[in-house]
Nanobody, 126 residues
């Protein structure tokens, strides 16, 4: 079993910052890939940022590069996403996802991950 619990979502103004947290438990191993994916009404779920917890390699969607930073505390098995310079288009439900790492070219593809949490809502107002 893999359990993922997200927290930290809130409503903020454009240009603000938020820090999301995902606590993993159960069969969530350090060699798994973990990441943040988001979905807004009318859109498909998209990959935001992923980290390979075995070596620390990170992957970011072009839309958030330079603004978001993903990190993982291997000791606590906690995944975080620091979001700065938030834009209205960042508004979405953010999900923490995990699974064995797929090939690098597919690591931002939500279809590669079997486990996810309940999500945390991020709303950015203009």
């Amino acid at each position: 079993q893999v359990q993922l619990v997200e927290s930290g979502g809130d409503s903020v103004q454009a240009g603000g910052s938020l820090r999301l947290s995902c606590q993993g438990s159960g069969h969530t191993y350090s060699r798994h890939c973990m990441g943040w994916f988001r979905q807004s009404p009318g859109n498909e779920r998209e990959g935001v940022a992923v980290v390979d917890t075995s070596d620390g390699t990170t992957y970011y969607a072009d839309s958030v590069k330079g603004r978001f930073t993903i990190s993982h505390d291997n000791t606590k098995n906690n995944l975080a996403l620091q979001m700065d310079s938030l834009k209205p288009e960042d508004t979405a439900m953010y999900y923490c996802e995990a699974d064995f790492c797929p090939y690098r070219q597919r690591r931002l593809n939500t279809r590669e991950y079997a486990y996810w949490g309940q999500g945390t809502q991020v709303t950015v107002s203009s």
